[in-house]
């Protein structure tokens, strides 16, 4: 399509501008919308009862980055009782070592400029990620692009993950900034693949993007992945070598409350619904995920469609994992970008809406708190934001087309 439009007349393009107009005026209003709802459910969400620690605006995970830091530069264990005794609510750093050497900066700020300045960041790289992933829908508002900008990362605040993430401190969308800027960008001031490492060796899960890399035939920028978390990896050992040991032989493969319904991973839905033995099924689903996922995530990139690649390995990463909590699914946002297009369909904006409707809907705290007698609708709210992303993944496999 967009090659069919460079080739018309100035006059042919600006009827077509035109004729898709009352598609990006449905976007502005489904991002409209969309922010507003998300201040609703997140009115609903924090006006409940819940335990004091859900009451308060304090940003938990950060916490328990901040303490591993602390932990790390005082020579103690991250993983034991040092970092627990400085939390109010004693949270388990589950990270490798070096996640703590990479947090320790940001133990020289109190719990206030911490928690404002990583508030901060991750709304700029929230800002980053959307201006990259859906440049071809704001590129179209011209001067109104910075406006269309701030709307649209409202919207994309709206959503259940994207709350939860600032809510909690989280470091998901750092994260998928790393993948996005080091896939997506055409030129890098940095070696290609150095961000992917980064990323990789304080969480694994991104390390899904090293074969993607790889396989997308960009070698050197595998090698650069491979080599940034090797390296830092190392300097973990070397700056903790107990707290590594432990990690690499025994915290890696002890995940914390899988059966939990805010983990929406293929293993956690799986366990959920399955009373007896369910590895199996485990290990067939993700190897079905990762084998179609993977071969149609690089079908797409050698295609020229980068951002639907990137969108697939990303929710690819999210299934397997054997957790993936309902903040960790930020890579929804890539792929409402891949739906929404150039914004000039209408009905792929409807789709798009009605997906990111279903995440600011909060439907898994739906089954789980409002349902008490439980029942197949309550697992399958529950079970929901983990199903929709399976759907997606399917969904971004193929043309998109309704």
Same mark, same amino acid.
């Given at each position: 399509m967009a090659r069919v439009l460079d080739e018309q007349t100035p006059d042919a393009r600006v009827d077509a501008d035109r004729a898709s107009r009352p598609a990006t005026a449905l976007l502005a209003t489904s991002a409209v919308v969309l922010v507003g709802a998300g201040v609703a459910c997140a009115f609903w969400? *924090?006006? %409940?009862?819940?335990? =004091? =620690?859900? %009451? %308060?605006? +304090?940003?938990?995970?950060?916490? @328990? *980055?901040r303490a591993a830091g602390?932990?790390?530069t005082h020579g103690r264990s991250v993983y034991g009782s040092y970092v627990h005794d400085q939390l109010r609510v004693p949270l388990p750093f589950i990270y490798p070592p070096i996640a703590a050497l990479l947090a320790a900066p940001l133990t020289y700020l109190g719990e206030t400029p911490a928690s404002l300045v990583w508030t901060a960041v991750n709304v700029v790289l929230l800002g @980053?990620?959307?201006?990259?992933?859906?440049? =071809?829908? !704001?590129d179209r508002f011209g001067r109104r692009a910075p406006i269309a900008l701030v709307v649209a990362v409202g919207?994309?605040?709206? !959503?259940? =993950?994207? &709350? $939860?993430?600032?809510?909690?401190? /989280?470091?998901?969308?750092?994260? #998928?900034?790393?993948?996005v800027l080091d896939c997506m960008l055409p030129r890098t001031r940095w070696p290609r693949g150095l961000l992917i490492g980064i990323a990789t060796a304080f969480k694994l899960v991104p390390g899904i993007f090293i074969p993607y890399l790889a396989l997308t035939r960009r070698w050197r920028a595998a090698g650069v992945a491979v080599a940034t978390f090797l390296g830092l990896s190392l300097l973990g050992v070397a700056v903790a070598p107990?707290?590594?040991? /432990?990690?690499?032989? +025994?915290? #890696?493969?002890?995940p914390t409350s899988p059966t939990f319904f805010t983990n929406q991973s293929l293993e956690g839905i799986l366990e959920r619904a399955i009373s007896g033995p369910w590895r199996l099924a485990w290990v067939a689903s993700v190897a079905a995920v990762v084998t179609f996922g993977m071969w149609r995530a690089v079908v797409a990139s050698l295609a020229g469609d980068e951002l639907r690649g990137v969108a697939i390995t990303g929710l690819v990463g999210v299934l397997i994992s054997p957790v993936s909590w309902i903040h960790h699914l930020v890579w929804i946002i890539p792929a409402l970008a891949v739906i929404v297009g150039r914004g000039? +369909?209408?009905r792929r904006i409807a789709l798009a809406f009605l997906l990111a409707a279903l995440f600011v809907a909060r439907l898994p705290y739906v089954g789980h708190d409002e349902l008490h007698e439980r029942g197949?609708?309550?697992?399958?709210? &529950? $079970?929901?934001?983990?199903?929709?992303?399976?759907?997606?993944?399917? *969904?971004?496999? &193929?043309p998109l087309r309704l």
């Open positions: 969400m *924090y006006h %409940r009862t819940p335990p =004091p =620690p859900l %009451r %308060r605006f +304090d940003l938990g995970d950060l916490a @328990v *980055y602390r932990a790390i @980053v990620v959307v201006r990259i992933c859906f440049a =071809p829908v !704001l919207a994309m605040a709206a !959503l259940s =993950p994207i &709350e $939860d993430h600032l809510r909690f401190g /989280q470091v998901g969308i750092p994260l #998928m900034a790393c993948c107990s707290d590594s040991w /432990q990690f690499w032989t +025994d915290k #890696m493969f002890q000039s +369909d209408k197949a609708l309550a697992s399958l709210l &529950e $079970d929901s934001f983990g199903l929709l992303c399976l759907g997606v993944l399917v *969904y971004l496999t &193929e």
